[in-house]
């Protein structure tokens, strides 16, 4: 970590911390995490050795257990973002008819539809398993 950079950090009246917070490359949380693993140590001293708060060293010691923090990790759960479009429903309810009990109208199923910007669409009713949905979307993109 380097300490030799300029501190920007200004103190309020009531002594807390202003400014922009320090951002830590992946490389500086895992060597952070990797020295609380040390026997004798402790994660409140290591914290303090980096004026960091013991909470947030702990959160990085779970990233670093999930594997989080190794460089070429992609989380698994990671969506490619795609552009989105929002317009007017294309089926409207309808309308129920007068003197007809409450129970008889067929309600319309919730859905989405999804145009993609290759021509291909999909439209979805009622639910879907967002991963088979995640890759779905990812097979039509690539066409």
């Not at 070429?72 to 003197?99: F, W």
């Amino acid at each position: 970590m380097d300490t030799s950079a300029e501190q920007t950090d200004q103190i309020d009246t009531l002594g807390r911390r202003t400014g922009p917070r320090r951002q830590y490359t992946l490389e500086e949380k895992r060597q952070i995490v990797q020295e609380t693993h040390v026997r004798g140590t402790s994660v409140s001293l290591v914290a303090r050795r980096h004026d960091l708060n013991p909470n947030q060293v702990f959160a990085w010691r779970q990233l670093y257990r999930r594997g989080l923090l190794d460089p070429k990790a992609v989380p698994e759960n990671t969506a490619p973002l795609l552009p989105v479009k929002v317009s007017t429903p294309t089926v409207m309810p309808t309308e129920r008819s007068r003197g007809a009990p409450r129970e008889s109208v067929a309600q319309p199923a919730a859905g989405i539809e999804i145009k993609l910007s290759n021509g291909h669409s999909i439209v979805v009713h009622g639910q879907i398993d967002p991963k088979s949905l995640v890759r779905l979307i990812d097979i039509l993109v690539r066409r």
